[in-house]
């Protein structure tokens, strides 16, 4: 079977409509995931010892079962309680919770990363634990966690296809439909690859960028 | 009345399934995490240039494309693989292009410092390799190692859209059978989760028996 | 690859789809149902002596024959043109008419994929690659509307949820899927009113027409021995609407 | 007779089975300048550090400028001391650390005006005064808008001193404050030191292993040696006639070592 | 008379913009004892790390016991060295660094035996006879199953000098070898170096800041600043007679710090 330009053209804009979805599923997914991990990453601290047990141990069921099984739950289970979303904002809760359970772990090790001696430092200084939290520790916790997070986004991007499973009309269930419809797999999943590949590469140039933007600075 | 226990064997039987892609593709990972991370350590450039194509390529692309192209575009090159090998070779490759990373920053955090000892003793360049970086790569390399055969193990649902009968696509089966749903994926949201857990619970006992020797080691 | 292969290797590799009756999976994994049935009986007659399934879904089918990963597709796969072109189809095997499974009462009315594409409100799930959702297509029904759902189940689901309208599958699956289900508010239209019955057959790689040959002299054997009535009517198929149509108009029908 | 301004009662500090804190007493009146020398791991750094309230104590008392330190009153119990407490205790002492410890996102004159606007509601602008007038004290009143990573070690060191001394505490808590310098740097922050010592009637505590800066620095020299007193007294006494045998052994092994005493 | 063993002529090196060598020049005679002092960041350090050939250069010639270092003859050139030839030319150098970089993963002795093992193929037998006999000499035979985890930083040290010791030799590099350990361990390292400055004719290369040890030590100490040779002469006449402004100063202002000369 050869590869065949007209078809390539004449499915791009379709294939351009399921890319369009893939990247707003990646940018809402990517907010659920930053918002929920950090709340993730405070309750597991919470001295609380009910709180950040229930809190670790959801977290690691989350990440040790495939995110595929849970899109079906959330999209096929969770009517059966009253819960019921749309395709895409199942997909967008289900795949930034996924992912918030590790920008959780980004964030607590940003936390940690910030040496003791600043906290030590804060102490002496007399500042209360929320000054030392908003005028020490996060100025300094962030930056560093940020490169850490965008590699997080783009793994997250990479399983967008994953949607297609809850019928989200995005880039790889496009070019299933064009394929299954034309009984052509070539080119549409090259497409659909290259699409990918082109997308990792521009953000490993800016994955680079922020790493040298936000290296740790020392003392 | 359903036959609850048959399809439970059955589900198990897609278990089973898993088990293997798991291992098999863990087995891959770790042989291609090693060339390429070295690889990309390389005093040659050509060495260093595939290496690095590898990893970008397979980092880049999504996994799905991977295993579709695996599945659906290579048998046009004349290169027909069983689903099972299909599997194995696109979920290796994909977490191999990921240890590979993990590899060279485990043998880079070893530092100049150890590397300069040996040059000062006078070790050949596989010599220092061999005996005084990875041994003490390895520990380092552990947890992320464990991090990534849980993503594979995770990334094995995947393979169910390509019709390999893992724990997913039996599930979906006896969905279809059936007609229940919370049954069948509740039953692999927990056998995945338990084998998650196994995985980190080896892991950590090999880890602890690695480091035992370099506990309190100062940098 | 042809049949001398197949005989030497002693198995054919057929793709079939997740989908009661036309394929079925036994709570011990064995597969039967309709199509693998008919498959089964006319292989091992040619020499063959055993069927190996793999399930696919339907999009996967022809790819998967033509990239050689399937020696043929029997899976209630229907003849259109397109296909007839894209494979070598056997005499047909399993016929069944199109119908919805819909609320109880059809509250939107919803009697062909005409009306789908009339009444904007309405969403059809199908599965996709499927003929449903090339119908839908067809009647005008815009892409948006359509849903491509993975499986029965889920189709069934989204109706039951209201994330769907209509779902659409042949007769004889929409029944089987709602004696699963026992569910008092939805019930069938069927047959849809303007959709043809399609019929099936084993699909073969063009290049396979000698084996697709072989497979039709044997299938016209038992169908005139009567046993394929036998081996069919039990899942509720007719081996009449069957034996009434050839290929040759099935492939020609649409157009 | 003035009364102490710190009294340490039968102070006992463990980590998990490690006692590193026996039952240590001692007393500092206001103003003193206290020198604590001895081995590593005798404890020195844990007594500043709970001074500061950076760690807690396992048992004993300890009062400062008149008030119980870890515990408060309520009602007629004393009762652990809440955060509210420790925040009050806290703006009597200031410290200084091993490793400096600035902000490194913040500029110099950020460093050093960030607690008391924040701790004392002072005006920027008055904050910046005070804060330039240290710098100048401390000879770094040019480098106000560097940021840390711009500094030397001594730079650092002698920023972080004006820093703690921005809060103007009563008390000076100092832990090896030039044991992370190069030897050139050691210096510039022992001159600040000790005009700092002369100038000002602040209580300091001091822990060196510089014993000839313990010397000219300190009224009182504490020897100790795994979480006890071994020995006291004016640094002349300590240095030349040190009466206990441990004292003896580890000024004889710092000299072999080529310091000065 | 005889040649010298260690010849640098000319010897420029460059890090990006930053020269840091600038044509340096130097003998070392067979036996001799050097010390380098010298301010921070003079070069001190790169003029070992070029020697032991941990960097490039940027420009001039070295000859080590009669070869060129960091060139080799090819017919009649003299092209740029390649892996064999530094090889070869490493076994008549061994180097000790300041944070002594033991192998955290082996024991003790297989610390002292792995290179004898490996790359002059001596048996264990041998090497580990060797090795007690080294661990003996700088006292530390009875640690020889620990894992450097376990020791002191001064143990630690000896430990690394024992392990350069193992290869033989000729020339013996040490880079500020106790400004990583405690004061007060700081001394066990020193004695062990100067029985062996004693006791052997390696020629020896110290780095050091502690003035005191260099004059007991060398036989010739060299003062470095911004990666030229200021002055240099016999110990007695560089510390109490130093002819060069700027040798007066460091050595004025490392006095002040504390350190003894
Ligand atoms: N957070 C901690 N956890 C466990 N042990 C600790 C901790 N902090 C200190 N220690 C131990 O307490 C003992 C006393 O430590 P401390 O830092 O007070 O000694 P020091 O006199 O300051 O020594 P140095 O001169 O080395 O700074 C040491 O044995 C040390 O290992
Ligand atoms: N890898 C490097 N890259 C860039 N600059 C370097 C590098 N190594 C050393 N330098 C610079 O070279 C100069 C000389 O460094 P060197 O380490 O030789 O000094 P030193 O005399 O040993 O000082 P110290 O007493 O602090 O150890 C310094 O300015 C240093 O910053
Ligand atoms: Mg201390
Ligand atoms: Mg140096």
Redesign the pocket.
């Known amino acids: 079977m050869e590869w065949d330009w007209d078809f390539v053209w004449q499915i791009m804009p379709t294939l351009l409509e399921g890319f369009k979805i893939t990247i707003l599923a990646t940018i809402l997914g990517a907010a659920v995931a930053a918002v929920i991990g950090l709340a993730l990453a405070i309750a597991r601290r919470s001295p609380i010892a009910a709180v950040s047990r229930t809190v670790g141990f959801v977290s690691e069921f989350i990440r040790g079962t495939p995110l595929l099984v849970q899109l079906y739950f959330i999209f096929y289970v969770l009517p059966d309680i009253g819960i019921r979303l749309s395709p895409l904002v199942a997909g967008v809760i289900g795949i930034g919770v996924h992912y918030a359970t590790y920008t959780a772990e980004v964030y607590r090790a940003g936390i940690e990363n910030v040496p003791r001696g600043q906290w030590e430092a804060a102490r002496a200084a007399n500042l209360t634990t929320r000054q030392a939290w908003i005028h020490v520790i996060l100025p300094q916790a962030l930056p560093p966690m940020i490169p850490a997070l965008a590699n997080y986004f783009i793994a997250m991007f990479k399983e967008t296809p994953l949607l297609s499973a809850i019928t989200v009309l995005e880039l790889m269930n496009q070019a299933k439909s064009i394929a299954n419809s034309n009984y052509r797999y070539i080119e549409p999943m090259t497409l659909v690859g290259v699409f990918f590949l082109a997308v990792s590469l521009v953000s490993v140039v800016g994955l680079c960028w922020l790493e040298e933007r936000y290296a740790r600075m020392d003392d | 009345m359903i036959d609850w226990s048959g399809y439970l064997s059955l589900i198990l039987e897609g278990a089973l399934v898993t088990l293997q892609l798991t291992i098999m593709g863990s087995a891959l990972a770790l042989v291609m995490a090693f060339l390429a991370g070295l690889g990309r350590l390389s005093r040659f450039f050509v060495v260093r240039a595939l290496a690095t194509t590898y990893i970008e390529f397979f980092r880049g692309t999504s996994i799905f494309v991977q295993l579709f192209w695996v599945y659906f575009v290579l048998p046009f090159a004349g290169l027909t693989l069983t689903p099972l090998q299909a599997g194995v070779l696109a979920l290796g490759l994909n977490v191999g292009a990921y240890g590979a990373e993990v590899v060279r920053g485990a043998v880079k955090a070893i530092g100049r410092e150890q590397g300069e000892a040996c040059i000062a003793l006078n070790l050949s360049r596989y010599q220092r390799l061999r005996h005084v970086i990875l041994p003490q790569a390895l520990p380092l390399m552990l947890p992320t190692f464990c991090n990534n055969a849980i993503e594979l193990l995770k990334g094995t649902a995947v393979v169910s859209l390509i019709s390999l009968t893992d724990l997913t696509f039996q599930a979906q089966v006896v969905r279809a059978q059936t007609g229940n749903t919370l049954v069948p994926f509740t039953t692999i949201l927990i056998l995945y989760f338990v084998m998650a857990w196994a995985i980190s619970t080896a892991m950590r006992w090999l880890e602890r028996r690695m480091t035992r020797s370099l506990d309190g080691v100062r940098t | 690859a042809d049949l001398e292969e197949l005989k030497e290797q002693g198995f054919a590799r057929i793709a079939i789809a997740n989908e009661p009756p036309y394929t079925a999976v036994g709570a011990d994994g064995k597969v039967s149902g309709a199509a693998p049935d008919v498959a089964r009986v006319i292989f091992e007659r040619l020499g063959v002596k055993e069927v190996v399934a793999s399930i696919s879904e339907y999009g996967a089918m022809i790819p998967g024959l033509q990239a050689g990963r399937h020696d043929a597709i029997t899976a209630g796969l229907f003849m259109k043109p397109e296909r007839c072109n894209a494979v070598a189809y056997s005499e047909p095997i399993l016929c069944d008419a199109e119908a919805f499974a819909v609320k109880k009462g059809n509250p939107l009315k919803l009697t062909s994929y005409k009306d789908i594409a009339d009444n904007t409100n309405a969403k059809i799930g199908a599965p996709g690659g499927g003929t449903e959702e090339k119908l839908a297509l067809q009647a005008g029904v815009p892409r948006d509307r359509v849903i491509v759902v993975p499986d029965g189940q889920s189709g069934l689901k989204m109706l039951q949820d209201g994330r769907i309208d209509v779902y659409s599958l042949p007769v004889l699956s929409i029944h089987d899927l709602l004696d699963k289900a026992k569910d008092p508010n939805l019930e069938v239209v069927a047959p849809v009113v303007g959709a043809p019955v399609y019929c099936d057959g084993a699909a073969f790689r063009k290049q396979d027409v000698a084996l697709r040959d072989a497979f039709d002299v044997e299938l016209k054997k038992l169908k005139d021995s009567g046993e394929f009535a036998k081996l069919i009517e039990p899942y509720g198929f007719s081996a009449k609407a069957a034996m009434s149509t050839t290929r040759d108009k099935q492939c020609a029908a649409a157009q | 007779m003035p009364s102490p301004i710190i009294r340490i009662d039968n102070i006992v500090k463990r980590?998990?089975p490690?006692t590193?804190l026996d039952g240590l007493s001692m007393d500092v009146m206001p103003g003193e300048k206290l020198a604590l020398i001895?081995?590593?791991?005798?404890?020195?750094?844990?007594?500043l550090?709970i001074l500061m309230t950076l760690?807690s104590i396992s048992g004993g008392h300890i009062e400062v400028d008149g008030e119980q330190l870890y515990h408060m009153k309520k009602g007629a119990d004393l009762v652990p001391a809440d955060e509210h407490h420790l925040h009050r205790m806290r703006k009597k002492i200031g410290m200084v650390f091993?490793h400096f410890n600035l902000f490194p996102h913040k500029c110099v004159l950020d460093n050093i005006t960030l607690a008391p606007m924040l701790t004392q509601g002072v005006a920027r602008s008055d904050a910046e005064k005070r804060a330039m007038e240290l710098l100048d004290m401390v000879g770094m009143a040019d480098k106000a808008k560097s940021v840390p990573a711009q500094l030397s070690g001594g730079q650092k060191q002698r920023v972080a001193i004006a820093r703690a001394l921005a809060l103007s505490p009563k008390i000076m808590l100092f832990?090896?404050v030039t044991s992370a310098l190069d030897p050139e740097l050691v210096e510039e922050v022992l001159s600040v030191m000790k005009r700092l010592a002369a100038e000002t009637d602040m209580t300091m505590l001091l822990?060196t292993?510089e014993m000839g800066f313990a010397h000219d620095f300190a009224d009182r020299v504490l020897f100790?040696d795994r979480?006890k007193i071994v020995e006291e007294g004016r640094p002349e006494e300590i240095f030349s006639n040190p009466r206990q045998e441990r004292t003896q052994t580890f000024l004889r092994k710092i000299i072999a070592a080529g310091h000065r005493v």
């Open positions: 980590f998990g490690l590193v001895g081995p590593s791991g005798s404890g020195k750094t844990t007594i550090r760690e091993q832990d090896e822990v292993h100790f979480g």
